[in-house]
């Protein structure tokens, strides 16, 4: 597609459940970025990769998380044992350029993760 | 959290005035950029200014950046209604994964 695809748009979990949240990028696309938005907050930096290795997670919020790309294109943010901090909206973008540093992102719609 | 500020938090204004939105960041930067969000959507890219430029302009958008002030500033104007978003200023800084999104500033756009 055109566009970063991530699925699914919204996802209602249990406390103590495991998700996977899903980003399609733009095909060709080096750099992959994952981001946490709480409600009314600006996204915060979870993971990056660049193709399929993961070069910083220092992002991430507890060992609860865990992010992959294996073959450098669609990745995975896994979280395990969802607690009710975990509900946030969950951002992918992925850029064309690795270092990415003057060039925009281009991001998906989000996964809105609300656990109950 | 490494997230700068953005002032105001919040704005309202009549369609056609302009609106001004600030952002301080905290570090040195190789670049600033400027998203837009609207409510339950993704981020949309607006525009990019880089640490050695001062000023950018891009349609009816207009950045300045202050990099002895670390401050940066996002002009928009004659609103429009569909500007009516939330604004976020995003820089990098060192290496590729040191990037930071401001605390945001809903712009709310009266017809």
């Known amino acids: 597609g055109a566009g970063v695809s991530q699925s699914p748009r919204y996802k209602v979990a249990k406390r103590g459940q495991d998700v996977a949240l899903r980003c399609d990028p733009i095909?060709?696309?080096?750099?992959l970025f994952w981001y946490q938005q709480a409600l009314g907050q600006g996204p915060e930096f979870l993971t990056y990769?660049?193709?399929?290795?993961?070069?910083?997670k220092s992002g991430l919020p507890s060992d609860r998380f865990f992010a992959e790309r294996p073959e450098g294109s669609v990745s995975t943010l896994k979280i395990q044992r969802t607690q009710q901090e975990d509900s946030a909206v969950y951002l992918c973008?992925?850029?064309?350029?690795?270092?990415?540093?003057?060039?925009?992102?281009?991001f998906g719609s989000g996964t809105r993760l609300t656990v109950v | 959290s490494q997230q700068g500020e953005e002032d105001p938090q919040a704005l309202s204004i009549q369609e056609g005035e302009n609106a001004t939105m600030n952002c301080s960041y905290k570090?040195?930067?190789?670049?600033l950029q400027w998203y837009r969000q609207n409510s339950g959507r993704g981020l949309v890219h607006l525009i990019l200014?880089?640490?050695?430029?001062r000023e950018k302009h891009s349609g009816r958008l207009r950045v300045t950046l202050d990099t002895s002030k670390k401050s940066s500033s996002l002009l928009i104007t004659a609103s429009r209604a569909a500007d009516t978003a939330s604004y976020f200023c995003f820089w990098s800084s060192g290496s590729a994964r040191q990037l930071t999104f401001g605390s945001g500033t809903q712009l709310t756009v009266l017809p």
């Open positions: 973008a992925s850029s064309f350029k690795p270092g990415e540093a003057n060039y925009g992102y281009t």
């Open positions: 200014i880089r640490s050695n430029e």
């Open positions: 990769f660049q193709n399929e290795a993961q070069l910083d």
């Open positions: 095909s060709g696309h080096v750099s």
């Open positions: 570090t040195s930067i190789n670049n």
